[in-house]
């Protein structure tokens, strides 16, 4: 069986009162290897609703999509090691931003999913991700490919992996931490 790999990482602010961060980290609470491929859908169908919610509060992000089978399986472990790894900037706390003096804080969400190469999903995800270089940054594409996450059939998903950095609001990222080479690969949203 060939595989090809869909990966997607947002960085986004972390306004007061926004629910984001609590909604993503609800979603990723289930995440079980028993689910049904309802129930997975359905966790990440919450996640997805809730980005998109969200568009305007992403400031940085990447998404690959890659139909090779030896680059899938590598960058599918890649992905996969950040959520067993230490991803933080820092030994400690961030603590409460002053939002008002410009200290925001940020969070970053990422999944990966390992398809099954020539699948319809794999085929759906080929088609939406066929995006011209100039234009791969743009908050929009961000939008258009959530958009279609929602048409994921994890019959067709080999694997999958969704993981949250902070888990707790006080170790929110600032933008200091994200200076850390460990994101030099999150590109601006524009």
Known sequence: MEHSI??????ARMDPGSPLQRTLHESIMGHCETMSLN????QYRRAQVALLHNL???EKGCWDYFDDDSRALNDYGMWSRGMITEE???KGPSGTPDVYRGQPRYLTFT???LLVQGSP???MIRTVCDVPKDRLWRRDVFGHILQNLGHV???SVKSDVIYLIPRDEGWALTAE???DPKFHYLRQIV
């Not at 129930?39 to 359905?42: L, T």
């Open 6 to 11: 869909f990966a997607m990482e947002v960085c």
């Open 39 to 42: 129930q997975k859908w359905h």
């Open 56 to 58: 305007n509060v992403l």
């Open 88 to 90: 933080g900037a820092r």
């Open 111 to 113: 999944m990966a999913f």
């Open 121 to 123: 999903t794999d085929r």
């Open 153 to 155: 059939s994890f019959a």
């Open 177 to 179: 931490d994200l200076k």
